[in-house]
Structures are given as C-alpha cells and as structure tokens.
C-alpha cells in the first residue's frame, strides 16, 4: 500500500475460457453449486470493502431500478458526502452518470458509497443526501479511478478493496496500474459463447501490451476448482 491508495484485489469467477457472468451456464445444479463457490470466496477474504461497476450493480443488485430524483430549491455544492460515520464496511459502486436507483443506504449489510462525477443533478444527489448513501466526486465529466481509490482510503479508512467486476471496470483498473493481485477462480465449465465478457476488457485502441503476472500460489479446491493468486507486474 502506497501513495495513499488502498491495496487492491481482484477476484473473479470464470470458466476455463476465460469468461465470467455465470447466469449464462444454464440450471444444471452442479453449474449453480459451483457459482455459489464465488461467495465462499469472498467471504474468506475478510476484507471490508468491494468495488464494481455499474453495470454489475444495475443487474446483480438494484436490478435495473431508475434512478431516483428529489426535488428542492437548495444548490446541492460538489463536496465529498459521508453517509454514516459509524460505518466499517462498504459496498462500493463507480456510477459516474448516476444511473443507480437507490433505495437503502445498506447493501448485504455493508454501507453504500457510490463514485461519481460533478456531473450528476443536484437532484439525484439531493435523493442520495436524504438516505445517507455516502459518495465521492472523481472528476467533472470522466471518473479518475486513482483520485477514486486515495479518496477511499483517506475518507473512509479503506486499505485494501475487493475488485469485483465486470470485465470492463477490471480492465479500467489495470489500465490505470491499480490491481495489486488478481485471483481467479477456476470452474470446471467450458463457456464457449463469443459475446460472453471476459474477466479483462480494455478498448483496443487503448492497450498496447499486455500485462503479466506472476503467481503468488494455486490451490486444489472442492468439487475441480481451481484458485490461483496472481500479482500483478507493471512495466
């Protein structure tokens, strides 16, 4: 952990190929038994603080729910909002657009804070102020995810954050050199579908390279899955 950012890992669940977003393994329950690893997963970690990205929040969590505007005639200033200072466990989403419909101000028992820019309406922040869900600007118009991540840490106290997708948002993160370690679940399950996302997306226009890794272990889990823990080198 330096610079003031927090220590970042990302954790993901993919089939041999390389893909991720399990609902499109069928109903087999052996498929379903082995999804359910990825929270077994998670919750070994003992970590206090996971970040996704909006699209991921909108179909795992909110479920596609509109946002939500209160009206008023107060200016509501471009500051940093802490929701609950009591609170010692975050779900955390990068909703730059503020296109989330929250209702609650908890998520799984963890306290919500969402990462936006100055360009959300005072009325969708005036919604957030009136349930307490914490969140941060990080830029005007485009999320600058290393002011994201040092304001995460200096605000709230985080120092090491679960990455957990999707694709696009993991990518996001390599880009910007701020995944420490990667740990992938290894399922048992070919994919096969050619639109299927993978654990990593990055514009082509935007990457040259490729990232390496160097394994930090591998271990044999039940039912032939396989977890290897990786860092992350940067050039």
């Not at 596609?64 to 005639?73: L, N, R, V």
């Not at 296109?99 to 957030?128: A, F, P």
């Amino acid at each position: 952990m330096n610079n003031g950012l927090p220590y970042v890992i990302c954790l993901m669940m993919t089939s041999v190929d390389g893909k991720i977003l399990g609902q499109t393994w069928g109903e087999n329950p052996q498929v379903k038994k082995l999804i359910n690893k990825y929270e077994e997963a998670h919750e070994t970690f003992g970590i206090n603080a996971w970040i996704c990205g909006r699209t991921t929040f909108e179909r795992d969590f909110t479920k596609g729910a509109a946002p939500i505007f209160k009206e008023g005639t107060d200016v509501i200033s471009r500051e940093d909002f802490i929701g609950d200072n009591e609170a010692s466990s975050f779900a955390i989403a990068v909703d730059g657009k503020g296109k989330l419909g929250w209702e609650s101000n908890n998520l799984l028992s963890d306290h919500v804070i969402t990462i936006l820019t100055e360009s959300v309406s005072d009325q969708y922040l005036r919604h957030l102020r009136s349930i307490n869900v914490s969140y941060i600007f990080a830029g005007k118009s485009e999320i600058d995810l290393k002011k994201a991540m040092i304001q995460l840490r200096s605000l709230f106290g985080i120092e090491t954050l679960l990455l957990e997708g999707g694709g696009r948002m993991n990518g996001s993160f390599i880009q910007e050199k701020l995944v420490n370690e990667f740990h992938q679940l290894l399922l048992p399950i070919i994919d096969g579908k050619d639109k299927t996302s993978t654990a990593f997306e990055i514009d082509n226009s935007k990457v040259d390279h490729a990232t390496l890794l160097s394994l930090k272990a591998v271990s044999r889990l039940d039912d032939d899955v396989v977890l290897m823990k990786y860092f992350v080198q940067y050039n």
